[in-house]
Structures are given as structure tokens and as C-alpha cells.
């Protein structure tokens, strides 16, 4: 099975960034999405972005042009890079690979990011 831990979190100012770090315990090579996620108290779990085994790319409207999602075959990794930081991003962040209609990991304990002055 394939485990996730995500890293990188921590508490920025407003308009900050942060690089966020998706760790695979085994080979994402053969994965065709992953994708990041977050979560608020007392709100769902929402979807942030996704990528593809060949780079294409989506995200949630409310991050779209200050974040930005990639992966490293290689390395096993995932990445978000997240600029131009607000309060409302401060969640519980997870990675994750979508397949079919559930996921090949997981939630684990993911990596949390507050945002505030």
C-alpha cells in the first residue's frame, strides 16, 4: 500500500509563501493523479489541485494563479507551491491519488499551514 506523509507547514503572514512536500513511501511513476487537498475545522475536506503523470494540471478557483503543483518521478514526491498566502488558506493540507472514485492512500496526518498576523 502507499503511504503519504506531507511536510513544509507552518504559520506565515498574509501574502507570504510556503513550499509544501508530498513524500511517497513507494514509486508515484505509474500513478496518473495526484493531488493536494485541505481541510478547515468544521469544513470539508476540499480539493486544491491535481497533476498528471504527464504535468497537466487543475486547481481549485480560489488558488489558482498563487499556487502552483508538481511532482518529481524520481524523487516520489509532490510539491505545492503556494504564494500570495490569505487567512482563508489556513487548513490542514493533505496529498493524495485520486482512483476512480475513492483514493490509493490514506488521509494520514498531513501538514498544517495558518496563515495570520
Request: net charge neutral.
Amino acid at each position: 500500500q502507499v503511504q503519504f506523509v506531507e511536510s513544509g507547514g507552518g504559520l506565515v503572514q498574509p501574502g507570504g509563501s510556503l513550499r509544501l512536500s508530498c513524500a511517497a513511501s513507494g514509486s508515484i511513476f505509474s500513478i496518473y493523479v495526484m493531488g493536494w487537498y485541505r481541510q478547515a475545522p468544521g469544513k470539508q475536506r476540499e480539493l486544491v489541485a491535481v497533476i498528471t503523470s504527464n504535468s497537466m494540471t487543475n486547481y481549485a478557483d480560489s488558488v489558482k494563479g498563487r499556487f502552483t503543483i508538481s511532482r518529481d518521478n524520481d524523487k516520489n514526491t509532490v510539491y505545492l507551491q503556494m504564494n500570495s498566502l490569505r487567512p482563508e488558506d489556513t487548513a490542514v493540507y493533505y496529498c493524495n491519488a485520486p482512483y476512480g472514485s475513492t483514493w490509493l492512500g490514506d488521509w494520514g496526518q498531513g501538514t498544517q499551514v495558518t496563515v495570520s498576523l
